[in-house]
């Protein structure tokens, strides 16, 4: 968070002394930034997303002068997506609390993707016999070698290495043919 | 449009924005405000008959300093809740201050005046038009903040709006202290500090309106 609120707040500031090549950094990073922001909390309305991104950035942009020089960089940007947030919630006339989080809401580190491929992960694994199954998780997801595989699963190297090749092959003709 | 394409050209031709910038732009808005304010008020009304003597009277200068007083108190809040996020806490400080100093002051002159002569001092000659003077002339001024606002980013639309009407309205008030012959601290604790609250209550009403961004 603090790496982030200072490379960010120096992008900021050189954009206000009017460092083009900064501010279209800035706004570039923030444009990543908004787009996560939003979408975790927008859901399934997601025509609207890009949309809602331009706009905070506009305003990011054109209210500059608001930002003042003493202020972390992140409190400011969280207010302004925050607001263009509940802005977007009246004119849709849908009615949500938007709690005032941290500013790391918006400037957290990405941990979702992480967390939906881990998911989908374990539920390809499942459908493979438990000994290809640990065989493919030690060597593939631990990245164990295959000698520390077998010592932590108890089978012989050999079959730890045919586990991992028919395993792998399984989920290839299961999930690679283009079957769902 | 895509968002890439939008950031190029957002940050092509970028102009430098100084430290400061905002509080610049906010005060270049009162004074053009108070510039077209004090014209109309010059042309409408004219200043008082007695202006080349009254400007030596200290209850001319307690006028102008009550709502000059009111007006950067104003302002310091106005120039806080122009920032997202920022409801001015502190900065409101004076503008509850200000009017309290003044209540003191007219409450002071009423307890020594004789009883018959205290009502004389609450109405003045000119109790009926006062605060609507004030907020006639306020108006000027609280085009020009709005039209400052339009760089500025207020997330509490409804304060910010009560601030800049606030302002504007002390500024007005400033304004027609040129005209106004009253001279009594009571007259000024009531009469222009509903003027002034008046133009508050109407920027707090138009504020979700005209600063919404």
Known sequence: ?180 | MSTEDLIARLSRDLRPTPPGAAARRLLLAVAVGALVALTALMALLGPRADIAQAIGSSAFWMKAAYSGALALAALAALSRVARPGATGGPAWAGVFAVPLIVFALGGMELMSAPADARRALVMGHSWTVCPWRILGFSAPVFVAVIWAFRRLAPTRLRLAGFAAGLASGAVGATVYGVACSETAAAFLAVWYTLGMMIAGAVGALLGPRLLRW
């Open chain 1, 1 to 180: 968070m603090t790496a982030v609120e200072n490379r960010l707040k120096s992008l900021m500031l050189r954009g206000l002394d009017g460092d083009a090549a900064a501010q279209r950094d800035l706004l570039g990073e923030l444009a990543g930034l908004l787009r996560r922001y939003y979408a975790r909390r927008l859901g399934r309305e997601t025509s609207d997303l890009e949309d809602l991104v331009q706009e905070t950035l506009i305003a990011v942009h054109t209210r500059r002068a608001s930002f003042d020089r003493a202020q972390p960089f992140t409190a400011w940007a969280y207010a302004i997506a925050r607001y263009k947030l509940i802005d977007h919630y009246r004119r849709r006339r849908t009615r949500a609390a938007v709690p005032i989080e941290d500013a790391g809401a918006l400037f957290a580190p990405d941990d979702t993707e992480a967390a939906t491929a881990g998911r989908d992960l374990d539920r390809l694994l499942a459908e493979l016999p438990a000994r290809q199954r640990e065989a493919i998780r030690l060597t593939r997801v631990e990245g164990l070698s295959v000698a520390e595989a077998a010592a932590r699963s108890g089978q012989s190297e050999a079959s730890v290495k045919v586990g991992v090749h028919r395993g792998l092959k399984a989920l290839m003709a299961r999930f690679g043919s283009g079957e769902p």
